[in-house]
């Protein structure tokens, strides 16, 4: 099992940044490549972020890349989200997922372990 914990959401207004932190418990975190999604009210989940296992491989879909950066400590056991020019649309629940890969997967359901969200609203 893996705990998930994540931190770092809340208010900013519109092109502001946040930076989302995740904490991980219990299984080795570098066995794990971790993934950011988030969810809207009314919207199905959507990926943000992906990053492999030794934080060597990074993927973003277009409507984040160039503003959101994933990364991780393993020593620390975490995984950070920084979001930058941030946007109302980016408005959602964020939560972080591990994937037992070593690239990590761009589909929500090919993860093992998801925390319980944060949340990050962005005002215009």
């Known amino acids: 099992q893996v705990q998930l914990v994540e931190s770092g959401g809340g208010l900013v207004q519109a092109g502001g940044s946040l930076r989302l932190s995740c904490a991980a418990s219990?299984?080795?975190?570098?066995?794990?490549?971790m993934g950011w999604f988030r969810q809207a009210p009314g919207k199905e989940r959507e990926l943000v972020a992906v990053?492999?296992?030794?934080?060597?491989?990074?993927y973003y879909p277009d409507n984040v890349k160039g503003r959101f950066t994933i990364s991780r400590d393993n020593a620390k056991n975490t995984v950070y989200l920084q979001m930058n020019s941030l946007k109302p649309e980016d408005t959602a629940v964020y939560h972080c997922?591990?994937?037992?890969?070593?690239?990590?997967?761009?589909?929500?359901?090919?993860?093992?372990?998801w925390g319980q969200g944060t949340q990050v609203t962005v005002s215009s």
């Open positions: 990053i492999s296992r030794g934080g060597g491989y990074t």
């Open positions: 997922a591990a994937n037992r890969g070593v690239l990590g997967s761009l589909q929500s359901g090919e993860y093992d372990y």
């Open positions: 219990g299984r080795t975190f570098s066995n794990y490549a």
